[in-house]
């Protein structure tokens, strides 16, 4: 199973955001290889923060040494390579981690997109869940492989390709 608990600031615009980290998360964990994370008896929690653009710049400053706001940050809880082994916990939950959206970029990003800012929202949650599934984007093969995956969960949603590069078939 999956928790998804979520906490905002004030700012954000009207939108049920615990039901659209909810879905979101949902549609990551179950386009990932990780797909039993989603009816396994285990709870699987994430825990979603939109926040201000100076909160995440703080955190980027002290967990990345980048001294400006972005607009997801991702901290994993469980390494990559233990994931496979974490249906057999102690107390049944697993805490993979935690993601974190800065309001002023995610609005401003989203405007130049010309989509909602609960979109690209979705689309940052899906992303930031696949970074704590243990994906990255150092490298073109790494990034490739990752969007398509974002991709899939986002059509999963109704929501189209961020990249705009990709063509689906059968949709």
Known sequence: ????AVLHDTGWPGTDWELLAQRAVFAAITHSPYTNFATDEAM???????TTDD????LNRAYRDKDKPTNVLS????????????????DGEVLLGDIV??????????TDKGISI???AAHLIIHGTFHLL????????EAEAMEALEVAALASLGLSDPY???VTSGV
């Open 1 to 4: 199973m999956i928790d998804v």
């Open 44 to 50: 699987y929690e994430v825990a979603v923060k939109l």
């Open 55 to 58: 909160e995440v710049h703080s």
């Open 75 to 90: 901290f994993p809880m469980v390494q990559a390579d233990l994931l496979q082994g974490t249906s057999n916990t102690d």
């Open 101 to 110: 959206l800065a309001e002023g970029v995610c609005a401003a990003e989203a």
């Open 118 to 120: 609960a979109d690209h």
């Open 134 to 141: 243990g994906y990255d984007h150092m490298d073109d093969n």
């Open 164 to 166: 705009g590069d990709r």
